[in-house]
């Protein structure tokens, strides 16, 4: 990967970090630290917290679960602010799955004895009977060729249930037994969508005693799932962009992001329709500001279900195009009243995927001082939500996020009642004036981690060699 120009980025004078990490007050009222105060205005005074909450009220009024009549809604309206706002937009599709259980029922005979056995999640409905052979854990490369044509006894351990299926289907496997590695239970496993075959659990002592029996012999089994299966849906992500308006071009490209869909029943007013709200309101007072850098606000869809909408999103940028993203924002739950209890920063937090400070958190950080929050903003170590895809990009990438939780986190509480518009404020002042250091033309081009491996040294900070 080619190496480009190293630039600093120009911060707040005021602000720096010392080699523990902890951020500091430096002398205030320094000459680049009131020009950034001034084009941080030019942003955060424009940000209207009412339109915010007008946004949320509108998407809870029904929940967004992925995949249905509610996420399309939800998803065109978002496409419709960003094309009322000048931006060049797409709804992306991408297919989920959803399990099918419809008077589940698993028959596992052998010997004329039924194991009664636990179906699968999104099992294959189908009847084989075939020899069994055991295949200890199914790992990558050790299923033999002999499995082709009978029943995968199979432990469970060390890799995920669809892989297990899969490296055994496709060596020509016709079912699946699987026990358990402890406990018990027979209640576990998962397939996955195009994995026909059907697929059941049983306890450890009952797969046990089947390897023992084989000891004495091979042995036919009848395996038969009914009422479980797979159903394709479409889920989508929102898709905005604004590139600068004039000549000048750095080829960079900042993103701004959050998911659009709920959990099913629950109407989602924080979860995540004020996420939204503020990616909505940013780049409407974005739209019109000089810039050299292209904006990007994404919405994504089946966050909820795994992170399924980012991924989706990630997997179809080029290599070339993830090399020009120089930082992901992501907000996710930012309006709640009833979260983050007594922390600092009104619990606003920075979470990264491996906990350490990047472009992203440098950066808000620095303008979380400036702005009407009055102080650094802290980072910690999370994952589960949709900045994780970029993070594993090598692009710099942040959740903000309010905690600890609220306690009507994925319930049907979760109403627009529980808003509070200072904390929708607060966090998009910060993720404004942020973003806006990064496109504004003033500003250099951006060096970053993806593009240079080496730690970027920023004038604000005081980093050892190496940390």
Do not use: C
């Not at 799932?225 to 962009?241: H, R, W």
């Amino acid at each position: 990967m080619k190496k480009k120009k190293m630039v600093s980025v120009l911060l707040t004078a005021g602000l720096v970090l010392s080699v523990n990490g902890v951020y500091a007050q430096g002398n205030g009222g320094a000459p680049n630290s009131n020009a950034a105060s001034a084009f941080d205005n030019k942003i955060i005074k424009k940000i209207s917290s009412d339109n915010m909450y007008n946004t949320i009220a509108l998407l809870s009024q029904e929940p967004r679960t992925a995949g249905t009549p509610g996420e399309l809604k939800g998803a065109q309206y978002i496409k419709s602010q960003f094309e009322k706002y000048g931006y060049e937009t797409e709804l992306q599709p991408f297919p989920i799955y959803e399990v099918v259980r419809n008077n589940v029922s698993g028959i596992l005979e052998i010997g004329g004895q039924n194991l009664k056995p636990y179906v699968f999640s999104g099992s294959y409905s189908g009847e084989v009977m075939a020899e069994v052979i055991h295949v200890g854990k199914a790992l990558a490369g050790t299923v033999p060729d002999a499995v082709r044509g009978k029943i995968a006894l199979i432990e469970r351990g060390d890799n995920t249930f669809v892989e297990k299926i899969q490296n055994v289907l496709d060596k020509g496997a016709v079912g699946v037994i699987m026990y358990n590695n402890s406990g018990t239970s027979n209640a576990f496993g998962q397939a996955s969508y195009g994995q026909n075959i059907p697929s059941v659990g049983i306890t450890r002592a009952q797969g046990l005693a089947l390897v023992e029996q084989l000891k004495s012999g091979p042995f036919t089994a009848q395996l038969k799932v009914s009422g479980s299966g797979l159903v394709e849906k479409t889920s989508y992500n929102v898709i905005a962009k604004m590139k600068p308006h004039k000549n000048k071009d750095t080829g960079q490209i900042v993103m701004i992001g959050a998911h659009h869909d709920s959990v099913p029943g629950g109407p989602g007013a924080n979860d995540d329709a004020s996420g939204v709200s503020a990616v909505l309101e940013l780049a409407r007072v974005m739209s019109n500001m000089p810039i050299d850098t292209e904006l990007r606000f994404v919405t994504f869809g089946s966050e909820e279900k795994g992170l399924l909408g980012s991924y989706h999103y990630a997997s179809t940028l080029s290599d070339a195009e993830a090399d020009k993203i120089v930082a992901h924002f992501q907000m996710d739950m930012i309006g709640s009243k009833d979260a983050g209890g007594d922390n600092a920063a009104n619990g606003l937090i920075m979470y990264t995927i491996d906990g350490k400070k990047n472009l992203v958190t440098d950066l808000a950080a620095s303008a979380g001082a400036r702005t009407a929050l009055g102080e650094a903003v802290p980072y910690g170590q999370l994952g589960r939500s949709d900045h994780q895809p970029f993070h594993e990009l090598g692009i710099p990438a942040a959740l903000f996020i309010h905690s600890p939780l609220e306690p009507w986190y994925h319930t049907p509480a979760d109403t627009i009642d529980k808003i509070d518009k200072n904390k929708l404020q607060e966090t998009a002042e910060i993720v404004g004036a942020s973003v806006y250091q990064i496109a504004r033309p003033d500003t250099p081009a951006l060096q970053h981690s993806r593009v240079a491996p080496k730690p970027v040294d920023y004038d604000f900070e005081n980093r050892p060699p190496g940390a």
